[in-house]
Nanobody, 124 residues
Framework: QVQLVESGGGLVQAGGSLRLSCAAS????????MGWYRQAPGKQRELVVA???????NYADSVKGRFTISRDNAKNTLYLQMNSLKPEDTAVYYC??????????????????WGQGTQVTVSS
């Protein structure tokens, strides 16, 4: 089917930067909207930012001006550049995609896929 694999998480001091990547692989026909979500301990998973296939974006207010989402459609890869990180950004970050994939011959269907998550820890 399809796999989403995140990378780039880690430990960084407040004010620092990290860049997350999410590579989609498998029998992909096309990718519609993609996004980054995060879940902090004891909290619900929340949308960080989403991007359409055409490049329109929707950022959570808490990350506007600090985070930038981008996608390389040729490489089926999603990125999240995170600058001016704060301790409250600490969470597991998940990649999400609405992906059309081949399931039988030339037939395809759409389905939502999630990555396994990558930990981002910001120390004060």
């Amino acid at each position: 089917q399809v796999q989403l694999v995140e990378s780039g998480g880690g430990l960084v001091q407040a004010g620092g930067s990290l860049r997350l990547s999410c590579a989609a692989s498998g029998s992909i026909f096309g990718i519609n909207a993609m996004g980054w979500y995060r879940q902090a301990p004891g909290k619900q998973r929340e949308l960080v930012v989403a991007i359409t296939s055409g490049g329109s974006t929707n950022y959570a207010d808490s990350v506007k001006g600090r985070f930038t989402i981008s996608r390389d459609n040729a490489k089926n890869t999603l990125y999240l550049q995170m600058n001016s990180l704060k301790p409250e950004d600490t969470a597991v970050y998940y990649c999400n995609g609405d992906i059309q994939y081949y399931y039988s011959g030339s037939y395809f269907r759409s389905m939502e896929f999630w990555g396994q998550g990558t930990q981002v820890t910001v120390s004060s």
